[in-house]
């Protein structure tokens, strides 16, 4: 069973913190992913990894920054959370892109006050 | 970029009924389109995905078709059932590279009647 965790599952910030949301996952899976996801706006990929190191950015990446210094763990770092950061964060992993299923994590849910 | 369309964005069906959603992308070079499901406080999962080189696939009462013509592929449901109340996300992906994205749709809120 591939298993993707994520550090918390509840987070209140408040507005110009530093927050830290860990992802890890255990199959060994070169690709991770960040999502936020909002009604009615889907899953909006924020940034995304295809292996140590490396990173790309997805839709949305203006705010946010990410760091993967080792395979199985990818982290997302808001550098000054602000209130319109509110919101669901999933991360996922795969294998390479276009060969298979993401796995998701269960979520996090970020209140920046 | 690319862009996917989804809809509706929310559908209500009677039990036992069938349910369509259906997404659209814009590039045509895309060449993978995964389902997930996403149940009420839970994780998005994948229920069924088709690549470019095939026009249908099912899996008991889920099927997928694609039109590379058109640049839509649908998700069927037949015979839902309660258990399939949830949110459903269409996605496309282009290409094989590693840094290939994968766009998702906005999601589809599915409500069965009983």
């Known amino acids: 069973d591939v298993k993707v965790t994520q550090s918390s599952r509840y987070l209140v910030k408040r507005t110009g913190e530093k927050v830290f949301l860990e992802c890890v996952q255990d199959?060994?899976?070169?690709?991770m992913f960040w999502y936020r996801q909002d009604p009615g706006l889907g899953l909006r990929l924020i940034y995304f990894?295809?292996?140590?190191?490396?990173?790309e950015k997805g839709d949305i990446p203006e705010g946010y920054s990410v760091s993967r210094e080792k395979k199985e763990r990818f982290s997302l770092i808001l550098e000054s959370a602000s209130t319109n950061q509110t919101s669901m964060y999933l991360c996922?992993?795969?294998?390479?892109?276009?060969?298979?299923?993401?796995?998701f994590g269960p979520g996090t849910r970020l209140t920046v006050l | 970029g690319e862009n996917v369309e989804q809809h509706p964005s929310t559908l209500s069906v009677q039990e036992g009924d069938s349910a369509v959603i259906k997404c659209t992308y814009s590039?045509?070079?895309?060449?993978?389109f995964p389902w997930y499901k996403q149940e009420l406080g839970k994780r998005p999962q994948l229920i069924i995905d088709?690549?470019?080189?095939?026009g249908e696939k099912k899996d008991q009462r889920i099927a997928v078709t694609l039109n590379k013509t058109a640049k839509h592929f649908s998700l069927h449901i037949t015979e839902t059932q309660p258990e399939d109340s949830a949110v459903y996300f269409c996605?496309?992906?282009?290409?094989?590279?590693?840094?290939?994205?994968?766009?998702f749709g906005s999601g589809t809120r599915l409500s069965i009647r009983p």
């Open positions: 990894s295809y292996d140590v190191k490396m990173k």
């Open positions: 590039d045509s070079a895309s060449n993978y």
């Open positions: 088709i690549r470019s080189n095939v």
């Open positions: 996605a496309a992906i282009l290409g094989y590279s590693s840094a290939s994205k994968i766009i």
């Open positions: 996922a992993s795969s294998l390479p892109i276009g060969r298979g299923e993401q796995f």
């Open positions: 199959m060994d899976h070169e690709n």
